[in-house]
């Protein structure tokens, strides 16, 4: 029973055996006599992407930024002599709008009036002294000839008494008596010389005065003049509170005037922003060296376009550079431009158009000088400084690009392209450079980049025309 339950255990381990065997023996004729793999060609797959071809356009820069309205020129008349309101202008109201050079206001100037007359009955006054005085210098010199003559023939008298006592033919109080003749006669020539001779001190005093009244007969007349208050520019008038009869006294803020016309507009702009508007000034090594008051007006030669945020109506202004602050908000970093609008007088409109009005919040875009024939890509194709191309056998390649400046929706290339190529404007991710690609023509998108390219251009000239129309 052993032996029958050893030999069954054998014999399964034997009937296991045979088929290792001829599994190794397959493995190693196989490994021999390997069979031949089959190849099939894979296709390459084309990755679609949004494409444009790089274009060449004149680009204004432009910067933004917003200000607050006010009347470029105000005028507040004050009273420069004391007296009542006369008379008033029906056209001295508020909110009137008055041409240069009419008269608004009269004050009494009758007592100037008086003045004035009394200060040429005093001039008339000294100048009949003054005549006087030169005629008694006539009559005077007439007169001191007369004693010149008396006074010689009494020295030929005492000189002949002298003579005739020197012979003991005459007594001595003869020439006692002629001595004192000559003698009265030599003072009394003194006398006049003496008279005559203040008599140039006089007229020179009498001169002095009438100068002195002549000098206040000026100042009355210019009083009377002053009494008479006149536009000095075409304004629109403010505030006004007056009545006829009414005291003022000299300094006395009477209403004030603004130039209804001339309105001026300090937007604040970045700092880091306005070296856009200057790009066209990169190179000009002759005008940044000589950097003068006429060469700062000609770099600052801007345009600009205004329009007044928070109202219903959408009508623009067109306006020019007028000066740029001195100083830089330590805060902000913000540089004030003041640029200028003129407001036509409805007069000189041929349709109804709103004036730009002193307060109104303003929306500004300063338009640079024009850039031609520049590189413009839109701004989000930029990646780290470079941007994906499509290459002439339609693989994905890349560049790096050097960016002169940055406006919200494109991008200006000074270096890196040349325009014509086709640009990736959607980030390929994940991108393989080398990698097959199907581009795509997306011309809206090279559509709207042409539009935000020209942006500032259009709405200028829009506002130019609407301007010229409204001008007669």
């Given at each position: 029973m052993a032996k029958d339950g050893s030999w069954q255990t054998w014999g399964k381990r034997l009937m296991v055996l045979p088929p290792i065997v001829l599994a190794v023996v397959v493995f190693m004729w196989l490994a021999k006599h390997p069979p031949s793999l089959s190849k099939h060609a894979e296709e390459e797959s084309a990755r679609m992407l949004n494409t444009i071809v790089v274009p060449r356009l004149d680009v204004r820069p432009i910067v933004s930024g917003y200000g607050t309205a006010k009347y470029a020129r105000s005028w507040r008349a004050v009273a420069q002599v004391q007296g009542r309101i006369k008379k008033i202008n029906p056209d001295l109201r508020a909110g009137a709008r008055i041409r240069a050079g009419k008269v608004l206001l009269e004050i009494d100037d009758s007592d100037y009036v008086s003045r004035v007359s009394e200060l040429d009955a005093a001039m008339d006054q000294q100048r009949a002294e003054i005549e006087q005085l030169e005629q008694t210098i006539l009559n005077g010199k007439k007169k001191l000839e007369l004693q010149n003559e008396t006074l010689l023939i009494l020295r030929r008298e005492f000189e002949r008494e002298e003579e005739l006592q020197a012979r003991q033919a005459g007594s001595s109080a003869s020439i006692d008596l002629k001595h004192r003749e000559l003698l009265a006669q030599s003072e009394a020539m003194q006398d006049l010389e003496n008279s005559l001779a203040l008599v140039p001190?006089?007229?020179?005093?009498?001169?002095?005065?009438?100068?002195?009244?002549?000098?206040?007969?000026?100042?009355?007349?210019?009083?009377?003049?002053?009494?008479?208050?006149?536009?000095?520019?075409?304004?629109?008038?403010?505030?006004?509170?007056?009545?006829?009869?009414?005291?003022?006294?000299?300094?006395?803020?009477?209403?004030?005037?603004?130039?209804?016309?001339?309105?001026?507009?300090?937007?604040?702009?970045?700092?880091?922003?306005?070296?856009?508007?200057?790009?066209?000034?990169?190179?000009?090594?002759?005008?940044?060296?000589?950097?003068?008051?006429?060469?700062?007006?000609?770099?600052?030669?801007?345009?600009?376009?205004?329009?007044?945020?928070?109202?219903?109506?959408?009508?623009?202004?067109?306006?020019?550079?007028?000066?740029?602050?001195?100083?830089?908000?330590?805060?902000?970093?913000?540089?004030?431009?003041?640029?200028?609008?003129?407001?036509?007088?409805?007069?000189?409109?041929?349709?109804?158009?709103?004036?730009?009005?002193?307060?109104?919040?303003?929306?500004?875009?300063?338009?640079?000088?024009?850039?031609?024939?520049?590189?413009?890509?839109?701004?989000?194709?930029?990646?780290?400084?470079?941007?994906?191309?499509?290459?002439?056998?339609?693989?994905?390649?890349?560049?790096?690009?050097?960016?002169?400046?940055t406006q919200e929706d494109y991008a200006v290339v000074g270096s890196g392209l040349e325009g014509g190529e086709t640009l990736?404007?959607?980030?390929?991710?994940?991108?393989?450079?080398?990698?097959?690609?199907?581009?795509?023509?997306?011309?809206?998108?090279?559509?709207?980049?042409?539009?935000?390219?020209?942006?500032?251009?259009?709405?200028?000239?829009?506002?130019?025309?609407?301007?010229?129309?409204?001008?007669?």
């Open positions: 001190s006089q007229i020179k005093a009498l001169e002095a005065a009438m100068s002195q009244s002549e000098a206040q007969k000026v100042q009355a007349l210019r009083d009377i003049e002053r009494a008479k208050i006149a536009t000095p520019f075409d304004m629109r008038v403010g505030e006004v509170q007056l009545e006829v009869g009414q005291f003022v006294s000299v300094g006395e803020a009477l209403f004030t005037g603004y130039s209804g016309a001339d309105m001026e507009v300090e937007v604040q702009l970045p700092l880091q922003d306005i070296h856009r508007l200057l790009v066209s000034e990169v190179g000009e090594k002759g005008l940044r060296e000589s950097l003068t008051p006429e060469t700062f007006k000609e770099m600052f030669q801007f345009e600009a376009l205004i329009q007044v945020v928070g109202t219903d109506f959408t009508q623009s202004y067109p306006g020019e550079f007028l000066q740029v602050r001195e100083v830089v908000d330590a805060q902000t970093k913000m540089v004030g431009f003041v640029v200028g609008v003129t407001n036509l007088p409805p007069s000189e409109q041929k349709r109804p158009q709103p004036p730009l009005l002193e307060g109104a919040f303003c929306d500004v875009d300063v338009l640079g000088k024009i850039l031609s024939d520049q590189v413009v890509i839109p701004r989000r194709a930029i990646r780290n400084g470079s941007v994906f191309l499509v290459d002439d056998k339609n693989r994905l390649a890349k560049a790096d690009v050097d960016v002169t400046f990736v404007i959607a980030n390929p991710s994940p991108a393989i450079i080398g990698m097959l690609v199907e581009p795509i023509a997306a011309d809206d998108e090279l559509e709207k980049l042409t539009d935000s390219v020209h942006v500032g251009d259009k709405l200028y000239q829009q506002a130019e025309t609407e301007l010229s129309q409204t001008s007669s």
